[in-house]
C-alpha cells in the first residue's frame, strides 16, 4: 500500500492544486467554513455526517447521485476531495475506492479526530445494522491535508473527543509517549504541535501491516473492544469510548499478567489523563445491556466465541491475543463487584 502524502497547511488550498477533475464530498456543517473560492465548480456533494451516513442500505442513492454529478467531468482525471470528520472520509474513500474500480482521494480532515486516526492508513469502511465497519476496502488517499484554520475553528469538544486518540497512540508508540509525557495541556497548539508525531507513529504501525494481513496493525484497536460498544449502546463520541475502552484494557492487562504494576504507574503519571475518566468508565459498564450482542457483531471477533483483544505491556508496548468472549465479561462483571 502506497502511504499517503501528508501536508500540513496554514491556508486553505486551491481548486488548481487539487487536481483538474474535481468531485467534492463535504459535511453540511462545514458550509460556512470551506472557502467559497474553493468550491466555484458546480461538482459538491453535500452529507450529514455521522453513522447513518455509513449505512449501506442507503449507500445505493448515494452512489446514484453522485455518479449523476459526475457526468460532465473528466473521468480519467478524477479525484474525489472528502472534506469532514471520521464518517464522511469513511463514506468518500469507499465511494472513490469503488467507482470505475478506483479513482483519487483527497482528505481534508475537519476533526482533530479525523486529523490524528481516521485520514490515515487508507481504511474504509461502511456500516451494516448496527454492526460497525462491516463493509469496507484498504484504499489510500492520495493526499492527507490538514488545515490548521479547518482544525483551530472546530468546538471544543472535537478537541477533548480526540484526547482518546492521543492518549491511546501515546501508549502504543514510545516517541508519543515521551512527547506526552512532557505536556501539560491540552488545547488547539498543543494538538497541533504533536499532530505529525502521532501521524508517523500510525504509519508506523501500517507500514509493517498495511492489509492487516499479520495481527500488527491491530495494536491500533487498542480500546476499541469495549469502545465499541459504549459509542453504539450509548451513542457516545467514538474518541471518548476509545478512551474509556482503553481504561479498561489497562485494567484487564495488569490482572492479566501482562502488564507489571510500575509500568502502569508509568501510565497512569501521563499528565493529561483526566480523574473522572474511571468513575466514567465504571458507571457506564453498570449501564451497558447489550454487551454480549455488541461485541459478537464486531470485526474483531475472529469466532462465536472468541475476539482478537489488544493488551498493554508498557509505554510502546502491546500485545494482540485471542480471548474468550466470555472471559471479557467475566472481568468486566470483576470489576464492578
Not at 449505512?55 to 479525484?79: G, M, T
Not at 472546530?154 to 512532557?182: H, N, W
Not at 501491516?209 to 449502546?233: V, W
Not at 497512569?268 to 461485541?295: G, I, N, Q, V
Request: glycine letters at 6%; hydrophobic letters at 45%.
Amino acid at each position: 500500500m502506497k502511504l499517503s502524502e501528508v501536508i500540513f497547511t496554514n491556508q486553505w488550498p486551491t481548486e488548481r492544486k487539487l487536481g483538474s477533475s474535481l468531485l467534492f464530498i463535504i459535511d453540511e456543517v462545514l458550509k460556512n467554513q470551506v472557502p467559497e473560492a474553493l468550491l466555484k465548480s458546480k461538482h459538491v456533494y453535500w452529507v450529514q455526517s455521522g453513522e447513518t451516513l455509513k449505512n449501506i442500505h442507503l449507500f445505493p442513492q448515494h452512489v446514484e447521485n453522485l455518479v449523476d454529478l459526475c457526468k460532465d467531468l473528466d473521468l480519467s482525471a478524477l479525484k474525489v476531495v472528502a472534506i469532514g470528520g471520521g464518517s464522511v472520509g469513511d463514506f468518500a474513500g469507499f465511494f472513490a475506492s469503488i467507482y470505475r474500480r478506483g479513482v483519487g482521494l483527497i482528505h481534508i480532515p475537519s476533526t482533530w479526530l479525523a486529523a490524528m486516526d481516521s485520514a490515515h492508513g487508507g481504511k474504509t469502511a461502511l456500516n451494516l445494522g448496527l454492526a460497525k465497519n462491516q463493509i469496507g476496502s484498504f484504499y489510500s488517499a492520495e493526499k492527507v491535508v490538514l488545515v490548521k484554520p479547518l482544525l483551530l475553528r472546530q468546538p471544543s469538544e472535537r478537541l477533548q473527543d480526540a484526547l482518546g486518540e492521543a492518549l491511546k497512540m501515546a501508549i502504543i508508540d514510545r516517541k508519543v509517549f515521551t512527547r506526552f509525557s512532557k505536556m501539560k495541556i491540552w488545547n488547539d497548539k498543543a494538538a497541533w504541535s504533536v499532530l505529525p508525531e502521532i501521524i508517523k507513529a500510525k504509519y508506523r504501525v501500517v507500514q509493517k501491516d498495511p492489509f492487516e494481513k499479520k495481527g500488527l496493525r491491530q495494536t491500533l484497536n487498542l480500546g476499541h473492544t469495549l469502545g465499541h460498544i459504549f459509542e453504539i449502546q450509548h451513542r457516545l463520541s467514538h474518541g471518548y469510548s476509545v478512551l474509556l475502552g482503553t481504561l479498561f484494557a489497562l485494567e484487564m492487562s495488569e490482572a492479566f499478567g501482562f502488564l507489571k504494576t510500575s509500568s502502569r504507574r508509568q501510565i497512569e503519571k501521563l499528565p493529561l489523563w483526566p480523574d473522572h475518566y474511571f468513575a466514567d468508565l465504571l458507571k457506564l459498564m453498570r449501564r451497558t445491556t447489550e454487551r454480549e450482542s455488541l461485541l459478537k457483531m464486531d470485526k474483531k471477533s475472529d469466532s462465536s466465541i472468541q475476539i482478537r483483544f489488544v493488551f498493554i505491556a508498557g509505554p510502546g508496548k502491546t500485545i494482540v491475543k485471542s480471548v474468550l468472549q466470555q472471559r471479557v465479561f467475566q472481568f468486566w462483571d470483576e470489576m464492578l463487584s
